[in-house]
C-alpha cells in the first residue's frame, strides 16, 4: 500500500511539473526578466534560482542566463545524463521548446529516460535523443556526430564524476552558448586535475580521486573562450558562458565569490587523504 501510495505521489508531482501553470509562470518570468535586463537592472545570478527538474537550482539560474543571452540556439548535450528526467536540461526541453542529446553509459537510466519522455511528449517538439554509451575523450566527437549534434548549441551539461574536464577539453564538434560541468570542490585552490583514466575507474583509487579543481576548471573554459559567472550554491556546478554572449551582463567571478558555502570547509579538509597521489596541470 506504501509503495502504491508513493508511486502515485511520484505521478502527481511528475504532472505538476509539466503543468501548463508550470510553463507559464516559468515564461513570464522569462519576459520579466528580458523587460528588466533591457531596461539596465542588475539582478544577481546567485538570487535567481529554483529547481523544476534540475537537482539544483540550476533550473532557475538558466532560465535567467537564457533570458539575458536569448535563446538563440534552443539545443542541448547532456553528458551523465541518467535519464534525463532529474537534469539540467528537462525544463528548457518541456517549458521552452529546447530539444537535444542525452548520454549516458548506464542502460537502465536510458530506458527510463525513454520511458518518461514517451509518456509525457512535448506538444510539438520530437523526443530527445538518448545515447548509451560510456563517454571517453576519444569517442565524445564520433557521438556527437552520430546523433547530429555539430556547431552552435545552447546548452552543454557535463556530470560524469570523473573525467568531465578532460571531455570538455575534447570536444570540438559542438560550440555551446552556456556550459554547466561539475568541478571538484575538494581540490580548493591548489591548480591540479586528477590524469585522465579512459576507463573512469578512479573511486578503485580513492573515492576523493577524481575530477578537476575549481581554479584548472576556470582556466580551461578561459581557454576554450567561456567566462565563468556562477555556480551552484554548493560550489560545485559552475557555470561558464561564450565570451561575448551577454554583451558584458555578467561580471566575471572570482573563486572566493563562488567557494562560500558552509560545507565546503569539510570538503577541503578531505583532500588530506588524498594530496600524496599524483595530479597534472595541464595549463
Request: hydrophobic letters at 35%; aromatic letters at 14%.
Amino acid at each position: 500500500m506504501k509503495d502504491r501510495i508513493k508511486k502515485y505521489a511520484q505521478i502527481l508531482w511528475q504532472r505538476h511539473k509539466l503543468s501548463p501553470a508550470v510553463q507559464i509562470q516559468q515564461r513570464q518570468l522569462y519576459l520579466y526578466y528580458r523587460e528588466k535586463v533591457q531596461a539596465g537592472m542588475q539582478i544577481p545570478l546567485n538570487e535567481t534560482g529554483f529547481r523544476n527538474f534540475s537537482q539544483f537550482e540550476e533550473d532557475g539560474l538558466l532560465l535567467f542566463i537564457f533570458a539575458v543571452t536569448g535563446m538563440k540556439y534552443k539545443t542541448f548535450v547532456e553528458i551523465g545524463s541518467d535519464d534525463g528526467v532529474n537534469s539540467n536540461c528537462a525544463n528548457l526541453y518541456f517549458h521552452f521548446g529546447f530539444n537535444g542529446l542525452f548520454i549516458d553509459a548506464n542502460a537502465r537510466a536510458i530506458d527510463r529516460g525513454r520511458y518518461f519522455y514517451g509518456r509525457y511528449p512535448h506538444p510539438w517538439f520530437p523526443k530527445p535523443r538518448f545515447e548509451c554509451s560510456f563517454v571517453s575523450r576519444e569517442n565524445i566527437n564520433e557521438l556527437l556526430q552520430k546523433n547530429h549534434m555539430k556547431g552552435k548549441v545552447g546548452l552543454l551539461s557535463v556530470d560524469i564524476d570523473g573525467n568531465d574536464y578532460w571531455i570538455w577539453d575534447a570536444i570540438t564538434e559542438i560550440e555551446p552558448q552556456v556550459v554547466v560541468i561539475e568541478t571538484h570542490v575538494e581540490f580548493g585552490y591548489n591548480d591540479i586535475v586528477v590524469p585522465y583514466d579512459a576507463q573512469n575507474k578512479f573511486n578503485d583509487v580513492h573515492s576523493v580521486y577524481h575530477g578537476a579543481s575549481p581554479v584548472a576548471m576556470q582556466k580551461l573554459g578561459k581557454k576554450k573562450g567561456y567566462k565563468l559567472i556562477g555556480a551552484n550554491e554548493l560550489g560545485f556546478n559552475f557555470i561558464f558562458i561564450k565570451e561575448g554572449s551577454d554583451n558584458g551582463y555578467f561580471p566575471e567571478k572570482d573563486l572566493s565569490e563562488l567557494l562560500t558555502h558552509p560545507t565546503l570547509e569539510a570538503a577541503f579538509a578531505r583532500f588530506e587523504s588524498v594530496k600524496h597521489l599524483p595530479y597534472e596541470q595541464p595549463l
